[in-house]
């Protein structure tokens, strides 16, 4: 099927506007245009309905409340709007503020300043933490909130970035072997002069839904295990792989959404990093791979308090997920009837112009190149359009999906730019 050509009129509007067009429809959600579809009919997640969806359901111009209209003056002007449109949407739960942070142990490990914390939110299981600062170090320093990710792996929680003693789980290791280079990219971080908190987040490691809690009719051969048993971690995960939809079905049940879980909870996280005595709370970052990558959009969008974000192997547009790639991710991502208003890096545009890098891998599966680089030219533009071009940068590295650690350092070295130094 041939691409419509686009009429004068559009074609001139899209000059004027310079927004990312590769593959557009003229028209948004809810047209009744008998126009044939600008995107070829080829195998994608809905077959024949793929077209259709893409370019006259979601729209394929920029978003009802993209800066990328012109409807507003200034970043600020959109960011109130689009943010609160956002919120609504996801629907965060209210959490009550976090009582008695309580602190496990300390020691010194890899030459870090080690504490294993604790904190009890309003339901669930307490949630385990860490937190990291150069041995011997004094005064406030800039302080990371630094995200797990998903990685098909809910038995580990902060234990997938982080070492926090010698009693390091085999575990742990293959998985930073596997998507960070072999270290732990939280203590790295923290080694550079920065005050690094890693905790677990819903529904990961301690925070995790346990297999006996639930009906045995959903249990899918699941058990509980202890750390060492690899064979019973395996089917755990197996068994928190297909909950994810029920639980997904269940938070919408509640009107909420997943990450209108998991946002407030990283959001606490964030104020027991900040009400630190030896933190910085006006040189706060935050930065993930993956699920934490995701968790970085919506936190790093969300909450003013993040002044540099980096986004490590999660940016593309909804348009991807929509024919290409859903399949690929998590139930966490999603946000119903937010696509038609923000794309999905419009989400972290809402910080502009806030520092915010975005890593990303030219053979990563999760994603589609051509949509990879459509959503870093609406965050490039956003940021232009708002006079702070010089706030956003991004690279694309060869390989699969991953933060290795020639993406640290290059990470790390954002964070100097912009945390180290700087006064609130």
């Not at 385990?128 to 004094?138: D, H, I, N, W, Y």
């Not at 926090?164 to 203590?187: F, L, P, R």
């Not at 197996?238 to 009107?255: P, R, Y």
């Not at 690279?395 to 945390?419: I, N, R, S, T, V």
Request: net charge positive.
């Amino acid at each position: 099927m041939r691409r419509a050509t686009l009429p004068a009129f559009l074609s001139l509007l899209i000059a004027f506007t310079g927004w990312p067009t590769e593959g557009r429809s003229p028209r948004r959600a809810g047209s009744i245009s008998q126009e044939p579809s600008a995107t070829a009919m080829r195998p994608n997640m809905t077959g024949v309905y793929g077209p259709w969806l893409a370019d006259r359901v979601l729209g394929n111009g920029p978003a009802q409340l993209s800066f990328g209209t012109g409807k507003w003056k200034s970043l600020n002007e959109w960011r109130k709007v689009a943010r609160q449109r956002a919120l609504e949407r996801i629907a965060p739960v209210v959490l009550n503020r976090i009582g008695e942070v309580r602190v496990e142990s300390e020691a010194v490990y890899d030459g870090l300043h080690v504490e294993r914390l604790s904190w009890q939110l309003e339901a669930g299981p307490r949630t385990e933490a860490v937190f990291l600062k150069p041995a011997g170090s004094t005064g406030r320093l800039p302080g990371i909130l630094a995200l797990h990710d998903h990685g098909g792996n809910k038995f580990l929680g902060w234990r997938k970035i982080t070492r926090a003693d010698e009693n390091t789980w085999a575990i742990q290791v293959k998985h930073q072997e596997h998507y960070y280079g072999g270290v732990a990219w939280a203590n790295e971080i923290a080694k550079r002069g920065y005050a690094v908190l890693v905790h677990d987040t819903f529904p990961f490691g301690s925070r995790r839904v346990r297999v006996a809690d639930v009906p045995e009719r959903i249990r899918e051969e699941g058990i509980d295990p202890e750390p060492g048993d690899e064979e019973g971690i395996r089917r755990y995960n197996a068994f928190a792989a297909a909950h994810e939809h029920i639980m997904e079905k269940s938070l919408i049940s509640a009107g909420t959404t997943w990450p209108g879980i998991y946002l407030p909870e990283d959001q606490r996280a964030l104020e027991v990093l900040a009400s630190r005595a030896d933190v910085d709370p006006g040189r706060l970052g935050c930065a993930g791979l993956s699920g934490g990558g995701m968790r970085t959009v919506f936190l790093g969008g969300l909450d003013s308090r993040i002044r540099c974000a980096v986004a490590v192997g999660f940016m593309t547009t909804w348009r991807d997920f929509l024919l290409d790639k859903c399949f690929t991710h998590t139930w966490m991502t999603y946000v119903p009837l937010l696509p038609r208003e923000l794309d999905f890096p419009e989400i972290l545009a809402l910080r502009a112009p806030a520092a915010t890098m975005v890593l990303n891998c030219t053979e990563d599966a999760l994603y589609t190149m051509p949509e990879m680089k459509r959503a870093d030219e609406i965050l490039r533009q956003t940021f232009s359009r708002g006079g702070a071009a010089a706030m956003y940068t991004s690279k694309f590295y060869p390989g699969g999906h991953k933060f290795d650690l020639e993406m640290q350092a290059d990470a790390f070295a954002w964070f100097d730019k912009h945390l180290k130094g700087a006064t609130k």
